[in-house]
Structures are given as C-alpha cells and as structure tokens.
T-cell receptor
Framework: DGGITQSPKYLFRKEGQNVTLSCEQN?????MYWYRQDPGQGLRLIYY???????QKGDIAEGYSVSREKKESFPLTVTSAQKNPTAFYLC????????????FGQGTRLTVV | RKEVEQDPGPFNVPEGATVAFNCTYS??????FFWYRQDCRKEPKLLMS???SGNEDGRFTAQLNRASQYISLLIRDSKLSDSATYLC???????????FGSGTKLNVKP
C-alpha cells in the first residue's frame, strides 16, 4: 500500500541532544513538508522541499535542519538550538501540480526530558 | 495577519443538528482549498476538497467564496462520530505550500 510513514511514534530527548525524525513516502510525490503542532494550536510549517536536493525554510525553521537526498525521504533533525522542542511533528507529501491535497504521516510525538 | 483564520470553537451541538464553519484566507491568489479532519492526537486526514462550484459529499457540503475570500463547511444531521477538530487548508498560488488554520473543534453531544 502507498503511504507516508513516520518513525518513531514517540521520542524522548534529553536537553542538549540532537534527534532525527524519519519520514518516508512511496507515493512518488515531489513535495514533502514538516509541520509542528502544539496543544490546541494549528500546524506551523518548519521546512518544505519540492525536489531532491532542494528545500526551503518555513515559518519556524530556527533550531531545525533537513535533508532531501532521495525523493522518498525527508528527515528532520531537531537540534539543541531549538529551545522548546516538545511538540507533535507531522510530515506530509503532495504532488506539486494541480490542486492536489497533502497526505500526512501518523506523526512523531517528541518530548524533552 | 495569519494566512488562514478560523473560529477555534468549540461548537457544542446535539446529535442531528446542522452546524457550519467558516474560514477566511488572506492571499487572493490562492489556488486550492481543503477541509481536513483531525482526531485527538492523530494526524489530519482529508475530509474534502473545495471547488469554486461548491461540492457535496453525503452530509458534508463545502463552499468557496473567492470574492470574500472565505470557505465554509456545512455538516447536516450531526453524528457523535463527527466530533473532531476541522482544519481549513489553503494551497499557495504555486502549489508548493499549504497554510493551515488553527482548527475548529466540534463536540456532538447525545
């Protein structure tokens, strides 16, 4: 079955550590996105990528980094520079033509301990 | 100003009621419009796309008003299972970014 997979589902990080969240899709989508959601709030865009080896900052990119070495994969690293990383992280993908929707992974819940 | 704005609610309605949500967007060049449903602690899932001519899917009807820059979602004959947060989503004019509203929470009571 085609879809978008995030791992792990739950992640605990000590302060000062970098952690990497995985996102893989087999939908042959060109565009991939990372969003952050805080309790009771909407989704905020961290980074997005339209094509392999290219990505752009979203609205809240500080303290995060990404790579897009393969079309299928768009990992997100939460660095120690991110001061408040505890949140629900959602990866999505979409086609970049026509008015097509975004498909989401099941999310990773990151907690700093 | 936010790209997409929604009333956060909650909307508390009895089963069988009709409820409507509105959402406004700021970029007049936006090309695509959607309603997503998000259950607690889950990922958003597409409920329906919104077309200029309006569209209906069972108990759900979506409308787009480009002149006033808002989209709406109407739910008829509400079910307990409709309880969720409904996210308004607007695609950028070049299809490479999506902007999400903060969501409207619906509670359907027996």
């Amino acid at each position: 079955d085609g879809g978008i997979t995030q791992s792990p589902k739950y992640l605990f990080r000590k302060e000062g550590q970098n952690v990497t969240l995985s996102c893989e899709q087999n939908l042959n989508h060109d565009a991939m996105y990372w969003y952050r959601q805080d309790p009771g709030q909407g989704l905020r865009l961290i980074y997005y990528s339209q094509i392999v080896n290219d990505f752009q900052k979203g609205d809240i990119a500080e303290g995060y980094s990404v790579s897009r070495e393969k079309k299928e994969s768009f990992p997100l690293t939460v660095t120690s520079a991110q001061k408040n990383p505890t949140a629900f992280y959602l990866c999505a993908s979409s086609l970049t033509r026509d008015a097509t929707e975004a498909f989401f992974g099941q999310g990773t819940r990151l907690t700093v301990v | 100003r936010k790209e997409v704005e929604q009333d956060p609610g909650p909307f508390n309605v009895p089963e069988g009621a009709t409820v409507a949500f509105n959402c406004t967007y700021s970029n007049s060049a936006s090309q695509s419009f959607f309603w997503y449903r998000q259950d607690c602690r889950k990922e958003p899932k597409l409920l329906m796309s919104v077309y200029s001519s309006g569209n209906e899917d069972g108990r759900f009807t979506a409308q787009l008003n480009r002149a006033s820059q808002y989209i709406s979602l109407l739910i008829r004959d509400s079910k307990l299972s409709d309880s969720a947060t409904y996210l308004c989503v607007v695609g950028a004019d070049n299809f490479n970014k999506f902007y999400f509203g903060s969501g409207t929470k619906l509670n359907v009571k027996p």
